[in-house]
């Protein structure tokens, strides 16, 4: 967390969700240029609300298998959560709401940015689907640097298997719930364990 003092984590947050935002803004304004929309990165909103629960069973089902895979290789790496991970859980009652909050903003904005935005522009530059789906992987691990080189690399395949999952869905929406769930979920899980 960039900040010290009493409120560091709260105000750790709330700049993290500005940036997010702010990046997004960024990719909004030059796709606008282009005619092309954030719904268009997206692929798209719900048009029924049985597509919700699709895209939620779908996310459950992603968060499963990718679980299986990151623990495999976590175990490989010899793995451990680190102070730097540690510091990013919520301790009290205001913290858990940003902390919510932080998690909603990732699930959206980092989903736009990596596999709607680069993973598309990675595709571009590479000429191919592939090349798109594992630069913005290596470049989402990469953005998670903080947390050191293991869990930079089990960062990077997440991000993958999560350009995978947009590719085969042609929709953000089934890695946009998987990524909130994940990143919420591990955060108030991880405060009572890995304090």
Known sequence: MPVHGTHRRAIGYVLIIVIEFAILGF????????????????????????????????????????????????????????????????????????????????GFCEEVIFRGYLQRQFAALTGGASGGIVLQGITFGAAHGYQGWRFMLMIAVFGTMFGLLAHWRHSLRPGMVAHFMQDGIGGLVGRHFLR
């Not at 030059?30 to 997206?42: A, E, T």
């Not at 680190?82 to 009652?93: K, S, T, Y």
């Open 27 to 106: 990719i909004r304004f030059g796709v606008s240029r282009r005619g092309v929309r954030v719904r268009d990165l997206i692929g798209g909103a719900w048009a029924r609300p049985v597509y919700v629960l699709r895209d939620l069973g779908i996310a459950v089902a992603f968060l499963i298998v990718s679980g299986l895979v990151l623990n495999a290789l976590g175990y490989l790496l010899k793995a451990a959560s680190n102070q730097a991970i540690r510091n990013l859980f919520p301790q009290g009652r205001l913290e858990v709401v940003l902390y919510l909050m932080v998690a909603l903003t990732a």
